[in-house]
């Protein structure tokens, strides 16, 4: 069994190094291809008017009291600056009409500060770059 193995493989090494022939592009094809530029995101991806033109704070977060390595050291995040809140009468509880209020907390983290820009301006968000001490 080892043998039909070890005698296809050179066949298929050779078929892996020779290029593949280059395919051509249908005329249908090529117009369906738009690029996109900076900002206009979320004007294809159906978010609505009102949260086009967001301002965000792109903040490296402080470690916390009793961290002592460096795990959450040197990541960036992209918060919304929330708007208007309000205590529920019936709970006590903060709430919020903003859908955004609590994405930045949860998913946007990057590496650096670019990526966390490049970001924002791909979705045409105004952004101030700031470090956030929270004590």
Known sequence: MA???????????????????????????????????????????????????????????????????????????INFLSTQKWENPLMGWTSTGDPYANVGEAGLTFDSAESAKAFAEKHGWNYVVGLLFSM
Do not use: C, F, N
């Open 3 to 77: 043998a039909p193995l070890r005698r296809s493989l050179p066949s298929l090494g050779r078929a892996l190094l020779t290029p593949a022939p280059a395919r051509m592009l249908s005329a249908e094809a090529s117009d369906a291809l738009v690029e996109i530029k900076p900002g206009e995101i979320g004007m294809v991806s159906g978010i609505p008017e009102e949260h086009l033109r967001r301002k965000v704070l792109i903040y490296s977060p402080a470690r916390t009291a009793s961290q002592q390595g460096s795990g959450k050291v040197g990541r960036w995040k």
